[in-house]
């Protein structure tokens, strides 16, 4: 099984949601993982930016109590409406539940 297919698995299970085959899908059809109240689409690479581990770093140490540690990217000219929101998973799951 490639290492993309088993993360998907993981992340559903993980979540309380199924992985969506790909086979006869297009982009946009249907998200990786089928789920009640989540669209969720899985991105998995050998490794992500040291810049992005650094920003959830901070995020996670400054963090105060209970607080939800979260990363906001920002791309020049693009709305702040539209921003991303990024945390850990096990963050997600320990405020949002399965």
């Not at 109590?65 to 945390?87: A, G, N, R």
């Amino acid at each position: 099984m490639s290492t993309w297919k088993a993360c998907e698995r993981t992340i559903a299970k993980i979540l309380g949601g199924e992985r969506v085959p790909v086979s006869g899908r297009q982009r946009g059809d249907s998200p990786d993982i089928a789920h009640d109240w989540l669209s969720i689409e899985v991105k998995h690479r050998k490794s992500l930016p040291s810049w992005l581990w650094d920003a959830m770093d901070q995020a996670q140490a400054s963090k105060v109590e209970d607080q939800l540690p979260i990363v906001v990217l920002h791309e020049k000219s693009q709305k702040y409406s539209e921003c991303f929101v990024l945390m850990r998973l096990d963050d997600f799951t320990d405020y949002f539940g399965e």
